[in-house]
């Protein structure tokens, strides 16, 4: 929460309303990984769990989409989906001890290490309500 709102009003907040116009999710990075000549780069069934809750495989992220179930990597998604795993990690960081563990699995067709910089990128609108202190 802090992260998202600052530290001070973190410590005050009282409640928040999430705004779905402003929510995505975005897997960043993958059109700079070197592939054979003419083939995508594929993360096969990107799964994302959100704290305790069971994963959720979302399809296949790739740099060139073909099938039903594989989506555009670098672009940014809201699919009903992955709404729902948003709203999850909204409740989380709204509720509780104010933090949501997320955590992401896939298979991919090439080789991926940290220096690719490969990003998921989680974009929360929200309206946030907080005590302010005088």
Do not use: W
């Given at each position: 929460?802090?992260?998202?709102?600052?530290?001070?009003?973190?410590?005050?907040?009282?409640?928040?309303?999430?705004?779905?116009?402003?929510?995505?999710?975005?897997?960043?990075?993958?059109?700079?990984?070197?592939?054979?000549?003419?083939?995508?780069?594929?993360?096969?069934?990107?799964?994302?769990?959100?704290?305790?809750?069971?994963?959720?495989?979302?399809?296949?992220?790739?740099?060139?989409?073909?099938?039903?179930?594989?989506f555009a990597?670098d672009d940014?998604?809201?699919?009903?989906?992955?709404?729902?795993?948003?709203?999850?990690?909204?409740?989380?960081?709204?509720?509780?001890?104010?933090?949501?563990?997320?955590?992401?699995?896939?298979?991919?067709?090439?080789?991926?290490?940290?220096?690719?910089?490969?990003?998921?990128?989680?974009?929360?609108?929200?309206?946030?309500?907080?005590?302010v202190l005088?």
């Amino acid at each position: 929460m802090a992260d998202i709102i600052g530290a001070e009003p973190a410590e005050n907040f009282k409640n928040a309303e999430m705004q779905l116009a402003n929510c995505h999710l975005e897997i960043s990075g993958l059109s700079q990984i070197e592939s054979p000549e003419g083939e995508a780069v594929i993360l096969d069934d990107f799964t994302i769990k959100a704290g305790t809750r069971q994963g959720v495989n979302i399809g296949d992220c790739s740099t060139d989409p073909q099938g039903p179930n594989e989506f555009a990597a670098d672009d940014p998604q809201s699919t009903n989906e992955i709404i729902s795993i948003i709203q999850n990690i909204f409740t989380d960081i709204t509720s509780g001890s104010k933090s949501s563990t997320i955590t992401v699995s896939f298979t991919p067709n090439v080789d991926i290490t940290s220096s690719d910089n490969v990003q998921l990128k989680i974009s929360i609108g929200g309206t946030y309500h907080y005590v302010v202190l005088e």
